[in-house]
């Protein structure tokens, strides 16, 4: 398929398209490696402080160190379990309440204005009182991220059950399906594009709430390991720290984008690209 | 035309006595005579808004009359199982996240073993000519493919009665002609009995044995369309029938 593409580009007049296969696989990373090169340069003439942004090669022998201690592989594993425990417990309780509002007008009218409310507190605002409540327990933090995952899966959820398409339904009916085979067969799958973009969402705020909550509020996680560096100037250290958090929230995003693609590959949007 | 879908059973009887239908407005059906023998094609024709689609609607089972009788089924006779009675839409209304197969497949009754499912799903795409798509999504498909689709699942259960709503409406002239007569074949074949909802007179008097035109709930004119099948694009008593209805209908708007 590629290649009939760039063969038919390489046909065309303006040779300046005429890409390679790797070559313009390489191009969105042209930019990121120069100025990675800049910075190892400017380190090594001492233009750069080494406190202000240590260079790139300290950063990864800082890195190298942490994974041969062992250090990095138990705070990655403490950061992510509670990262994916907080999720399970708020995106699994917003999916729930979503379908039930969704789905009962008496849910509705009973859950939805109080959720509504409740969302408008930003609720990193909450730390104070969750470290009053929690001490700084692995509780505080399962309790912030769950709260801040629940938020988005349930509205985008309760979103998706609102806007299948009525005609559906009613087919559905009209062809014989029960209640739970409606659900199973035209609601879930109707719902889904909407619950998607509502889990990738949640997983953006969970990141961003355990980094704050790790940071402030902690004895172990990455942001534990970067925060203690911090006291002892250790820049490499605080760098990669920022690093594995960037990495593992893109993980979770691809994985969620893999997901999708498999999910509704039915869907002419998600298909192929 | 043989195969799964042929010695399927009977058509079935419909009879409507002083059915009346609102939606707590003025009354959309009042008064509504109307006896269905089984087997026969019946055309209802009328303008926007005259209530043929709530009248297909309480015959399809979804919504209840307001007042009078509706029965389906001779007398003496049980009422048909629900997936006896089929209603075809307007649009396709196909499952997006389900294959072509398995959207015929919503037709079936619950129950069916799945053996039996995968087959009579693939004979009866096979009979609207769409049996190399069974895998496929329905979103790859054209809209008058998209409406074969619809017409597999309607007539996968073998239904004795088939409702169909101007399944034909959205399509364009050829496809429109095409689909007509695979109606008409499967409903020979098949021996069920068909109401078709059309605002097309034309289409109605070339398929049906009789034209029904509704007005103001009740029925303003019944016709018997006597022409031998199969009949032939422009059949001069055809368009002489056809004529007559439109006057009807137009006399009906002043
Ligand atoms: N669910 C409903 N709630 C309220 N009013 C309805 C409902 N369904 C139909 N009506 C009303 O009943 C009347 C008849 O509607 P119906 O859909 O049966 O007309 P129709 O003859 O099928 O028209 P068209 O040819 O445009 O499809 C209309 O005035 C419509 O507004
Ligand atoms: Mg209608």
Known sequence: MSEAILSTREAAPRPALS?????RAALPWLLPALLLLAWQAGS???WIAEEVLPAPSAVVAAGWTLAQSGALAENIRVSAWRALTGFAIGGGLGLALGFLTGLSRLGERLLDSSVQMLRNIPHLALIPLVILWFGIDEAAKLFLVALGSFFPVYVNTMHGVRSVDPQLMEMGRAYGMDGPTLFRRVVLPGALPSVFVGIRYALGIMWLTLIVAETIAANSGIGYMAMHAREFMLTDIVVFSILVYALLGKLADSVARLLE???LSWNPAYRGA | MDGMLAGARAGVAVRLRGVAKDFGGP??????????PAGQFLAIVGRSGCGKSTLLRLVAGLEAPGGGTLTIGGPGEDAPPADAVRLMFQEPRLLPWASIQENVEVGLARGTPPALRQVRARATLAEVGLADRAAEWPSVLSGGQKQRVALARALVSRPRLLALDEPLGALDALT?????????????AEGFTAVLVTHDVAEAVALADRVVVLDRGRVALDLPIDVPRP????????AATEARILDRLLADGR
């Open chain 1, 19 to 23: 890409w390679r296969g790797p070559a």
């Open chain 1, 44 to 46: 090594m003439a001492g």
């Open chain 1, 261 to 263: 693609r498999l999910c």
């Open chain 2, 27 to 36: 009354a959309v059906l009042q008064g509504l005579d109307l006896d269905i």
């Open chain 2, 176 to 188: 429109r002609i095409e689909m007509q007569a695979l109606v008409e074949q499967v409903w020979r």
């Open chain 2, 231 to 238: 009949r032939r694009h422009g059949d001069p008593a055809l």
